[in-house]
């Protein structure tokens, strides 16, 4: 059975992806598929054998006719793991939403109740001449 990683693997290459797409809209035979590339035929071929392993589409037969199908299934695993990872991430930004709310409320308490002494001024004094330098 393949995992995930095969199926983003495979949908990695731009032409795979354009197949898939075209399959969403239904079954196509391979010349149907090789029509708006311009690459050759066993190239589309070997695509096709690399979305069937794994486990993207499906091959059939129907008399003369060997049509491809998305399997949908495949898809719907791809979904499902991008959903638990939204859900994940989400979760992990709520809680850090949480923590800057706490520490910006720390440090608003913390200013507010910190009180800034106020300096008297005084008259500036002169320097004494016999200040030894730093050697």
Request: proline share 7%; net charge positive.
């Amino acid at each position: 059975m393949p995992n995930l990683d095969d199926t983003f693997a495979a949908l990695a290459d731009p032409t795979r992806r354009a197949i898939v797409a075209r399959l969403a809209a239904g079954d196509a035979t391979v010349l149907e598929l090789a029509a708006p590339f311009d690459i050759s035929l066993p190239a589309i071929s070997r695509h096709l054998k690399v979305l069937e392993r794994a486990g993207l589409i499906e091959r059939g037969r129907d008399a003369q006719r060997r049509p491809c199908r998305l399997r949908v299934e495949a898809l719907s695993e791809i979904t499902d793991w991008a959903e638990h990872t939204r859900r994940a991430w989400e979760s992990r930004f709520d809680r850090l939403d949480e923590y800057l709310r706490e520490l910006k409320a720390r440090e608003q308490a913390s200013d507010s109740a910190v009180t800034k002494p106020t300096r008297t001024p005084t008259k500036p004094t002169k320097e004494p001449t016999h200040v030894r330098k730093p050697r």
